[in-house]
């Protein structure tokens, strides 16, 4: 079966600096793989896919991830965080019967 | 149109109620699911219906009970919750199959007392 780690529940990052939240992942072949944002007591929003192609995937709202096979992971970028994307992120990954989700890394903005 | 609707937003029932959770997509997707989420945990896949059929359910207890009446409204019946079962209820729905990209509805509190 498929599972996913996101090894660091809670990130801080001043405004205006890059942002890196970490996504491994365990599965035989190559997954579909996602990352999703959640703001207190809200749906998730999709932030991008990766499902092949190029490695570099770009998203909404600034975001980009890379995948690196050899490493088995999915890592989430932002060049320059602002405070309305302090949220709960989750990465998941699809492989056939549904999507399954890391445990989410809680970002924390400060000014 | 490209949101998922659910209704009620918040629900307070007892444990001996029955209620049900309303989802309703207008995006002609054909595939439409509901995940639990427990306070700071990542949701849980409780049913997928693929095409109006349930083609996977996460052993979930027979408390809760899956309705698709077409391929635009997915329904959740509750019977006889447990206060575990308070949780965010969250509806999403995806073109065809499940392992595309899901849209979520912002869900339903529920709070069973």
């Known amino acids: 079966a498929q599972s996913v780690t996101q090894p660091d529940i809670h990130i801080t990052v001043s405004e205006g600096a890059s942002l890196e939240l970490r996504c491994n992942y365990s599965?035989?072949?190559?997954?579909?793989l996602f990352w999703y944002v959640q703001s207190p007591g809200q749906g998730l929003q999709l932030l991008l896919k990766y499902f092949s192609g190029d490695t570099l995937v770009q998203g909404i709202k600034g975001f980009e991830a890379e995948f690196k096979r050899s490493q088995s992971s999915f890592n989430l970028r932002k060049p320059s965080v602002h405070w309305s994307d302090a949220a709960e992120y989750f990465c998941?990954?699809?492989?056939?019967?549904?999507?399954?989700f890391g445990k989410g890394t809680h970002l924390i903005i400060q000014p | 149109d490209t949101e998922v609707t659910q209704t009620p937003k918040h629900l307070v029932m007892g444990m001996t109620n029955k209620k049900s959770l309303k989802c309703e997509q207008h995006?002609?997707?054909?595939?439409m699911y509901w995940y639990k989420q427990k306070a700071k945990k990542p949701p849980e896949l409780m049913f997928v219906y693929s095409y109006e059929k349930l083609s996977i359910n996460e052993s979930v207890p027979s408390r809760f009970s899956p309705e698709c009446p077409n391929s635009s409204l997915l329904n959740l019946h509750l019977h006889a919750l447990q206060p575990e079962d308070s949780a965010l209820y969250l509806c999403?729905?995806?073109?065809?199959?499940?392992?595309?990209?899901?849209?979520f509805g912002s869900g339903t509190q529920l709070s069973v007392l």
């Open positions: 599965y035989g072949a190559t997954p579909y």
């Open positions: 995006m002609g997707h054909r595939a």
């Open positions: 999403a729905s995806s073109p065809s199959g499940p392992d595309e990209k899901l849209f």
């Open positions: 998941a990954v699809g492989a056939g019967d549904g999507l399954t």
